[in-house]
T-cell receptor
Framework: SQELEQSPQSLIVQEGKNLTINCTSSKTLYGLYWYKQKYGEGLIFLMMLQKGGEEKSHEKITAKLDEKKQQSSLHITASQPSHAGIYLCGASRGDYKLSFGAGTTVTVRA | DAGVIQSPRHEVTEMGQEVTLRCKPISGHNSLFWYRQTMMRGLELLIYFNNNVPIDDSGMPEDRFSAKMPNASFSTLKIQPSEPRDSAVYFC???????????FGPGTRLTVT
């Protein structure tokens, strides 16, 4: 979706290193969703952020939503091979529709 | 819960044939979504059902596409006749509320030759 810009498009990280993915919207978001997809599989829900300044963590993954609710970041600490995949952000304007970014492909090198 | 179930996982068919994709949402979820994912266009919403009623089908590309939800535990997406440009991965997703997090099925990879 052109409404959401994800960066980078892809990245390669050495196992054990940290990585950050960004998702930027030109409009204020009602909600921001992070999903992970592996090739040939469906999207796995990771986290949802709604409040400006909100931060959530699950295991080694942390997601933040900025105060203006127009940018979110996903940070992975000490990456592992299991973190490899495509990460997509999805934006809600307050109704049922989710607009998705193009995705960031993460490769973790052993 | 088994999650969202889709069948078949893979479908290869010839142009002009009818294709039916099936979805069983998570029990208790009242919202169901059909998406299509391609390299060129990413993930696109095709149709949205709430309480088995189609609410928004503006994403359905053509009249060749139709979707039904006869009950709370089953939905179908039909393409008739199929064309090579319909080749994509089709996902079904469900959510407890219309604007809550959506849970996706494993998808159906459709190839039309």
């Amino acid at each position: 979706s052109q409404e959401l810009e994800q960066s980078p498009q892809s990245l390669i990280v050495q196992e054990g290193k940290n990585l950050t993915i960004n998702c930027t919207s030109s409009k204020t978001l009602y909600g921001l969703y992070w999903y992970k997809q592996k090739y040939g599989e469906g999207l796995i829900f990771l986290m949802m952020l709604q409040k400006g300044g909100e931060e959530k963590s699950h295991e080694k993954i942390t997601a933040k939503l900025d105060e203006k609710k127009q940018q979110s970041s996903l940070h992975i600490t000490a990456s592992q091979p299991s973190h490899a995949g495509i990460y997509l952000c999805g934006a809600s304007r307050g109704d049922y529709k989710l607009s998705f970014g193009a995705g960031t492909t993460v490769t973790v090198r052993a | 819960d088994a999650g969202v179930i889709q069948s078949p996982r893979h479908e290869v068919t010839e142009m002009g044939q009818e294709v039916t994709l099936r979805c069983k949402p998570i029990s208790g979820h009242n919202s169901l979504f059909w998406y299509r994912q391609t390299m060129m266009r990413g993930l696109e919403l095709l149709i949205y059902f709430n309480n088995n009623v189609p609410i928004d089908d503006s994403g359905m590309p053509e009249d060749r596409f139709s979707a039904k939800m006869p009950n709370a535990s089953f939905s179908t997406l039909k393409i008739q006749p199929s064309e090579p440009r319909d080749s994509a991965v089709y996902f079904c997703a469900s959510s407890f509320m219309s604007h809550g997090e959506q849970y996706f099925g494993p998808g159906t990879r459709l190839t039309v030759t």
